[in-house]
């Protein structure tokens, strides 16, 4: 009697072990077919300087044109090209701007699919404040939560290995990519050490996103133009901004006054120059005149 006990105890055992392994394959099967994920991380400002200055020898924005679209699909490209058997969540693109307000340009490539803009502050000098607190967030909550298996982090900055550490804590890699330095290293050491990989872009690679904004000179001997005059065709200028851009964007760029974005602040001089015939470069009160006249008349429209 106790013999069939046992005997009928350990066929239970047995076919609660042979149930067990079974739904563990079926487990591992359907973890085997689902596809690994990874995002890709771009922190625009080490974007903008690096790719600025190897490409047209400058870190500063309003001297060149960065094709975002066009260097974002090259990201992604070769991100699936690496990660064959993955499949993208999404880029993640940082920023700066004045109180945290889309200019045009961002609004663009936040209006791109499969993007993420994320923006810091920027500070009366133009640097980018908060940008490496956001790339940690969402770095560690991707990876918690595993939203992804890989992170490819486009960015230099020694701040970044506390969000590496973060990521690489939930059990996700991280990829650092970065852009060939016009001299010396323009990423951080101890953010190379803490990596699973390194790659990095050369020119050839970023050549064709980079664009020199051309310069026009003119003629030493052409008069200098009055700060009334200078006022006045800032007024003229704002009033085509206004009729090609709207009220929507004027809406965007009061909140920023007295500063105005970098793109919109190197057109404006461009076409003032072309208008006076006279370069503005080294007249800093003139360019200060410009401005007011441009942002009195979008003032006065409001």
């Known amino acids: 009697m106790n013999d ?4 009928g ?20 099967a359907e973890v085997a077919k689902t596809p690994s994920t990874h995002a890709i991380f771009v922190d625009a400002g080490y974007v903008y300087a690096s790719a600025g200055l190897l490409v047209a020898g400058t870190e500063d924005r309003r001297s060149f044109d960065l094709d975002a679209e066009g260097l974002i699909e090259a990201f992604i490209d070769k991100a699936r090209t690496i990660f064959a058997d993955s499949r ?7 920023d700066g701007a004045r109180r945290r307000i889309h200019t045009a340009e961002q609004q663009s490539i936040a209006e791109l699919p499969d993007v993420k803009v994320r923006l810091g502050n920027l500070n009366a000098n133009n640097q980018q404040k908060g940008v490496d607190s956001l790339i940690r967030t969402d770095l560690e909550s991707l990876a918690r939560h595993r939203a992804i298996s ?14 590496v550490e973060a990521a690489q ?3 996700a890699r991280v990829h ?18 803490e990596v699973d990989s ?21 003629e030493d001997d052409t008069p200098t133009p009055s700060r009334e005059d200078v006022r006045f065709v800032g007024a003229q200028i704002a009033a085509t901004w206004l009729a090609e851009r709207g009220r929507a964007a004027m809406a965007e760029l009061l ?22 015939q006279h370069s503005l470069r080294g007249y800093a009160h003139l360019r200060r005149s410009l401005r007011d006249g441009f942002w009195q008349h979008l003032q006065g429209q409001f």
Request: overall charge negative.
């Open 255 to 276: 909140p920023g006054h007295p500063y105005l974005p970098g793109p919109v602040d190197q057109d404006l001089l461009m076409e003032a120059e072309k208008r006076l």
């Open 150 to 163: 890989d992170a490819a982090l486009v960015g230099g900055d020694e701040d970044l290995v506390s969000a």
């Open 9 to 28: 105890q350990l066929s239970r055992i047995s076919a609660r072990l042979e149930r067990t392994n079974e739904l563990l394959q079926r487990m591992l």
């Open 169 to 171: 804590g939930y059990g």
């Open 88 to 94: 993208l969540l999404r880029v993640y693109w940082y």
């Open 198 to 218: 390194q790659r990095t872009f050369d020119l050839d690679f970023c050549r064709p996103y980079v664009t020199r904004r051309p310069v026009t000179t003119y």
């Open 4 to 7: 069939m006990s046992a005997d």
């Open 176 to 193: 650092l990519w970065g852009i060939e330095a016009a001299e010396g290293r323009n990423q951080a050491e101890p953010l190379l050490w």
